[in-house]
C-alpha cells in the first residue's frame, strides 16, 4: 500500500505543472511558432487523425494531452512507481454511490464487442493517484489546455442536458466518485487549481 503524504503530493503537483507548460510550449511551437493562436484561428474548423472535423482547438487540446500525459508518466514513474494511473476508466452508479475501475484489457473488450452503452457516464480523469491498486483512489488531477487566452483560469466540463450527470460538471462528478477531497485542474502557467 502507497502512502500519500503532503509532501509527495506537492512534488506530484509540480511535476504535472511543469508538465503542462512543457505540452502547451512544445505544441505551440510546432504549430505556431513563437505566438499563440488566435481565437479565430482556434475556432477555425480542421481534420482530427480519424477524419472528423474538429475545432483547432480541440486539435491543439488532444496533441497537447498526449504530450502532458507522456511527461506525466516519466515524471510519475520516478517519483510514485506502481502508485498512478493515466486515463484510467471509473463506471460511477448514481443510485449506489459505487464507483468500479474498469481494468485497461476489461475497456478494450467493451470497445471489441460493440457495447459502448456498458462506458456511458464513465470517468476518466487525466491523473489518479492511487494506493497500488486503482480502486483506492487518492487524488485526482485533470489537465486543461485553452487555446488562445491562457491568462484565465479554465472550468470544469459541464455535463450537458440529457447526460446521465446533467446539471453537474467533472469536478463534482470527481468529488462525488472518488472522495478524496478536491479534483486539481492543471492547466500551463497557472498552475494546479481547483
Not at 60 to 72: P, S, T
Not at 130 to 147: E, L, N, T
Amino acid at each position: 500500500m502507497k502512502l500519500l503524504d503532503a509532501a509527495l503530493k506537492q512534488q506530484v503537483t509540480e511535476a504535472l505543472e511543469e508538465c503542462a507548460n512543457e505540452a502547451r510550449t512544445a505544441v505551440i511551437l510546432a504549430n505556431f511558432g513563437t505566438r499563440s493562436p488566435t481565437p479565430q484561428e482556434c475556432s477555425e474548423q480542421v481534420r482530427d487523425a480519424q477524419g472528423r472535423t474538429i475545432t483547432r482547438a480541440m486539435k491543439l487540446g488532444e496533441e497537447m494531452h498526449r504530450a502532458a500525459l507522456k511527461c506525466a508518466e516519466e515524471s510519475l514513474n520516478e517519483l510514485r512507481p506502481g502508485g498512478f494511473s493515466l486515463e484510467p476508466t471509473y463506471l460511477h452508479d448514481l443510485g449506489t454511490g459505487k464507483t468500479t475501475w474498469l481494468s485497461p484489457a476489461e475497456v478494450a473488450r467493451i470497445r471489441q464487442r460493440g457495447s459502448m452503452g456498458e462506458l456511458k457516464g464513465s470517468l476518466v480523469p487525466d491523473v489518479i493517484l492511487h494506493s497500488g491498486d486503482p480502486a483506492w483512489v487518492q487524488a485526482v488531477y485533470d489537465f486543461k489546455f485553452p487555446c488562445a487566452d491562457v491568462t484565465k483560469r479554465s472550468r470544469w466540463r459541464d455535463y450537458p442536458s440529457g447526460h446521465s450527470y446533467a446539471g453537474s460538471n467533472q469536478g463534482d462528478m470527481y468529488r462525488q466518485a472518488f472522495k478524496v477531497g478536491d479534483p486539481m485542474l492543471v492547466q500551463p502557467w497557472l498552475g494546479a487549481g481547483l
